[in-house]
């Protein structure tokens, strides 16, 4: 029987060049990407005009709520129907789709980084408080200073 995990996450930025720019709050695994950076970065500001953001499917919604010309999001695969038995995507999607996963590979990878340091993968036991958000903040500044 699999033993059920308490994940914590946060909302990370960075750049193309693998700078972590913002460590957003800690928050519960169970809560959704979009929820918390609309908790962080509220839609009524205008936080991406000028900036470009390249997200994952995860974040389903924000070229709605958020303005910007330059957040970019992946094509989603259309559903299944009876109109439409085998939905696939256009070679041009396709190819959107690879440009852009070649471009948030590098924030993955930033993100990695972080975690090499272990305090991050391993169980939490320290009950302190702030302690999650101290450690993910410490962990990106080394990361940072890593890359200097």
């Known amino acids: 029987m699999e033993k059920k995990r308490h994940t914590i996450k946060n909302t990370i930025i960075s750049t193309v060049c693998k700078w972590i720019l913002f460590v957003g709050k800690t928050c519960s695994g169970r809560n959704h990407d979009y929820t918390m950076l609309k908790n962080e970065f509220s839609p009524e500001h205008q936080w991406f005009e000028t900036i470009n953001v390249v997200v994952d499917l995860g974040y389903q919604g924000i070229k709605t709520d958020y303005k910007g010309e330059r957040i970019d999001i992946p094509h989603k695969k259309p559903r299944k129907s009876k109109n439409n038995p085998e939905p696939i995507l256009t070679d041009e999607q396709k190819s959107d789709n690879h440009a852009l996963s070649s471009v948030r590979i590098l924030v993955e990878n930033a ?36 890359l200097l």
């Open 111 to 146: 993100i990695s980084g972080i975690k090499r340091f272990n305090i991050l993968v391993h169980a939490f036991r320290n009950h302190k408080d702030n302690m999650e958000d101290d450690s993910i903040v410490l962990a990106a500044g080394l990361w940072n200073f890593l």
